[in-house]
């Protein structure tokens, strides 16, 4: 990978399991101007991208929502499986668990999201640090 | 451009904090600051996008082929708990 690509981990995701992102509460415009600058930071990948974690187990999901998702007062979750037949691209980028959810077309990486099955639920620690 | 956030305080730099990239931490971009001249390694910012925010340290400024890179290591909890960290406002003289 050149220095214009995200770093990927050598452990494959899971085939199944869960992607964590933010929940409610987010504007369209936020999470356009996110995906945006991460393709304007590393172009290689010729997609934008968005930041999320993965989980195997409710338990990872509850830990996520205690500590690096403790910021959000919802939370959505999707089935991994789901988000690949959609057609969304997931690369284990970074450090673990975080995952970069991707699609060349900006457009459609939102509506892929919006439409592909996913639960919004109340992040139960949102606050408890405040 | 987003220079404040939903509840009225001035955003110094357009993370996701809920993002990372090689060095584990929150990144934004210097040039999509509304307030650059905050932005200095050790200096205590606003950080995050203007629904969820924190008040953050800048950890090092690098520079790469798309940019000047922020990092950023934001406080655990609510901003407005740490809004004591910020600097003072400048006052014109």
């Not at chain 1, 990872?60 to 089935?79: N, P, S, T």
């Not at chain 1, 980028?93 to 892929?112: C, M, V």
């Not at chain 2, 509840?7 to 040039?31: A, C, K, V």
């Not at chain 2, 790469?64 to 400048?90: C, F, M, N, Y």
Request: negative net charge; proline residues 8%.
């Amino acid at each position: 990978m050149s220095p214009n690509t995200p770093k990927l981990r050598n452990d494959p995701l899971p085939q199944s399991g869960y992607l964590v992102l933010r929940g409610l509460g987010i504007r369209e415009a936020t999470v356009r101007n996110l995906a945006a600058e991460f393709l304007a930071r590393f172009p290689g990948l010729h997609a934008y991208g968005l930041s999320g974690y993965y989980a195997v187990t409710t338990q990872d999901i509850d830990a996520l929502c205690g500590d690096k998702m403790q910021r959000w007062e919802h939370v959505a979750i999707f089935r991994i499986e789901d988000l690949r037949a959609a057609g969304l691209g997931l690369y284990p980028t970074f450090r673990t668990p975080h995952i970069t959810i991707t699609h060349p077309d900006l457009d459609q990486l939102i509506y892929l999201l919006d439409h592909t099955d996913h639960k919004v639920v109340p992040n139960p620690y949102h606050g408890t640090n405040d | 451009m987003f220079t404040h956030t939903d509840d009225g305080h001035e955003l110094d730099l357009f993370t996701d904090l809920q993002g990372m990239d090689d060095s584990g931490l929150p990144w934004g971009f210097l040039s999509s600051s509304a307030h650059p001249e905050r932005i200095r390694e050790g200096a205590w910012i606003t950080a995050g996008t203007p629904d969820v925010w924190a008040i953050a340290r800048v950890i090092d400024i690098v520079t790469e082929d798309s940019g000047q890179i922020v990092h950023v290591q934001p406080q655990r909890g609510a901003g407005t708990k740490w809004l004591h960290l910020l600097p003072p406002p400048a006052v014109a003289s």
